[in-house]
């Protein structure tokens, strides 16, 4: 990124922004290590002026990650359809372009340091891809394969890890993309409904077989919230 222009006077809410931008470039490119005078010295400003906007590095950190990923937060508006009349496989397409149209390398990468670095978020972002994900795509399964809806079978372990399947498919496009820096199209969406459509046959028949599984076995039982609670 270029220094900050310092031609005209940045408004508080822009300076921040360029700030928390280019925190988060740096960050996916180096790590959490790097420093606040690299950052500085990339914005062409003053560590002071850092410091001025965030007191601590881990409050810059804590912004940069609410930055990268409140298009998650975004995405809630944004829910797996629950028409129908639509075939189930054009729907998990339809929702999953949508997921990685949404998030760029930037905020992949991030993720990914996060992981390995100890910070917290995945754990942080577990409850809400859950109940905002992976739930509702468990709800579409259980209806196409003919099953009791949650409110007589609460949400199952072994439905979750089905579902994760898929999922973890689709973000391992992103890391492939923009981690590995493998060569991918510029539209993964072709990969995804090649993913999709082999996922679902598979995917009602297991779940089908899960609900007639009986006992509490490792798969059957039933997942617990983020605070350990059935």
């Known amino acids: 990124m270029q220094a900050l222009d310092r031609r005209r006077r940045l408004r508080p809410g822009e300076r921040e922004r360029a700030i928390v931008e280019e ?7 180096a790590g959490f290590g790097a ?17 001025r906007y965030f007191p601590t590095k881990r409050a810059l950190i804590e912004r940069v990650f609410e930055g990268a990923f409140g298009a998650m937060r975004e995405r809630r508006r944004e829910p797996l359809s629950a028409d129908r009349s639509v075939p189930l496989e054009d729907r998990l397409i339809r929702f999953y372009r949508g997921y990685l149209k949404r998030d760029g390398g930037v905020s992949m990468r991030l993720f990914v340091r996060a992981g390995l670095e100890g910070a917290p978020l995945a754990r942080r972002w577990s409850t809400p891809l859950t109940e ?3 739930k509702p795509v468990i709800g579409e399964l259980r209806a196409a394969a003919g099953l009791t809806g949650f409110e007589l079978r609460p949400l199952m ?30 539209d993964l969406g072709d990969i995804l409904a090649l993913q999709v459509r082999t996922y679902v046959p598979g995917a009602l028949a297991e779940i ?21 609670r059935a």
Request: aromatic share 6%; charged share 25%.
């Open 157 to 186: 372990r072994g439905e979750r890890e089905l579902t994760m399947m898929l999922h973890g498919a689709v973000m391992f496009l992103r890391i492939r993309k923009h981690v590995y820096g493998m060569p991918m199209p510029d």
């Open 23 to 29: 925190a988060a470039r740096l960050f996916a490119e």
């Open 132 to 134: 905002k994900v992976l």
């Open 208 to 228: 089908a077989r899960l609900h007639a599984t009986p006992g509490e076995d490792t798969l059957t039982v039933r997942q617990l919230d983020a605070r350990g």
């Open 35 to 51: 420093t606040t005078r690299e950052l500085a010295r990339r914005l062409g400003v003053t560590q002071a002026l850092i410091y």
